[in-house]
T-cell receptor, first 114, second 119 residues
């Protein structure tokens, strides 16, 4: 069965530190990949997505992610985090195209200290 | 972005009763909505795909008689947890796809979730 693995459940950083959140998926076919963010008390919001083309994807709020097909990975990065980035981050995969039937990772809770 | 609203945001009920959760797309039409369940510290698990005007498609292991889904209009899907038990306590999240935004590539928008507690 398809699955998504996020390596870190909790990450604590100071402001201005660099961030990298790991995401690996298990599916041999073509996939679409997503990162969603959930700020405290709010609903899930799309950060960025990869459907095809350039494997380095830029999203909102300075986030980017790189799709490495050989490693089945889609890690999320931000060079300098801010306190406002405190949130939970979910990696998701759609093995059936587009936004259909997303399979989510367990999430990574990020806390950024001033 | 588009808004998806869930109601109620929190509900507490007694064991054996049924609870209905609504998911509405407020400013767009959604032929397809998805219902997820999230356990504490775990990922969102897809329960079913709700299609307007037709029966929902349930994921393996999800009891369709337990979790009744009705997608009666392009802006409303409901999830009814029938004869709820404490093990049904969970966070239920819906998402809706904007029908005007390109089929399956149309972005999904998520509701804020509904926390069900069954006593």
């Amino acid at each position: 069965a398809q699955s998504v693995s996020q390596h870190n459940h909790h990450v604590i950083l100071s402001e201005a530190a660099s961030l990298e959140l790991g995401c690996n998926y298990s599916y041999g076919g073509t996939v679409n990949l997503f990162w969603y963010v959930q700020y405290p008390g709010q609903h899930l919001q799309l950060l960025l997505k990869y459907f095809s083309g350039d494997p380095l994807v830029k999203g909102i709020k300075g986030f980017e992610a790189e799709f490495i097909k050989s490693k089945f990975s889609f890690n999320l990065r931000k060079p300098s985090v801010q306190w406002s980035d405190t949130a939970e981050y979910f990696c998701a995969v759609s093995p059936s195209g587009g936004y259909n039937k997303l399979i989510f990772g367990a999430g990574t809770r990020l806390a950024v200290h001033p | 972005g588009a808004v998806v609203s869930q109601h109620p945001s929190r509900v507490i009920c007694k064991s054996g009763t049924s609870v209905k959760i609504e998911c509405r797309s407020l400013d767009f039409q959604a032929t397809t909505m998805f219902w997820y369940r999230q356990f504490p510290k775990q990922s969102l698990m897809l329960m079913a795909t709700s299609n307007e005007g037709s029966k929902a498609t349930y994921e393996q292991g999800v009891e369709k008689d337990k979790f009744l889904i009705n997608h009666a209009s392009l802006t409303l899907s409901t999830l009814t947890v029938t004869s709820a038990h404490p093990e049904d306590s969970s966070f239920y999240i819906c998402s809706a796809r904007d029908v005007g935004a390109g089929g399956v590539t149309g972005e999904l928008f998520f509701g804020e979730g509904s926390r069900l507690t069954v006593l």
